[in-house]
């Protein structure tokens, strides 16, 4: 299911209160570093819905949840696993929420396209193809 409405148009985002205060203080604290990534951030948190832990739909990406997402320019498919920066590890695909593709993705429901643009400037749209709900989070810190 698409939720953008028409060109131009941003689906639909869903975040969990208990990673809140934590998103927010990442972005406070990138705003010196990086303003641009700052900004995409808060403004991702700024549009978002944000629900009770146990209410975030489980098609939702998430903070320890892998995604699976199709680049729509190259039709490369991808799975991930957002965390926070702490817990990066490129090499076993846990992506940081403070990078481009992690603001992309958070809080995105399967079936979402949205545009995105990468480090180097160039605009892609990215498909939300499948979202892997986990009751435990294999000790990623929430707070």
């Not at 729509?72 to 929420?97: H, L």
Request: include cysteine; charged fraction near 25%.
């Amino acid at each position: 299911m698409n939720q953008q409405r028409g060109t131009g148009r941003q689906p639909r985002v869903v975040i969990g209160v208990d990673c809140l205060d934590r998103l927010e203080a990442l972005a406070e604290g990138a705003i010196q570093r990086n303003p641009d990534l700052a900004d995409r951030l808060l403004g991702e948190i700024g549009r978002a819905r944000i629900v009770p832990a146990g209410k975030l739909p489980p098609n939702v990406v998430a903070i320890g949840r892998a995604v699976t997402y199709r680049d729509e320019t190259t039709n490369q498919e991808k799975t991930v696993t957002p965390v926070f920066p702490e817990d990066a590890d490129i090499s076993r695909g846990r992506i940081s929420i403070l990078t481009p593709i992690g603001i992309a993705l958070i809080g995105l429901a399967e079936g979402a396209s949205l545009h995105w643009d990468t480090r180097d400037g160039e605009r892609r749209i990215l498909t939300v193809l499948h979202v892997a709900f986990q009751a435990a989070s294999e000790g990623l810190k929430i707070k």
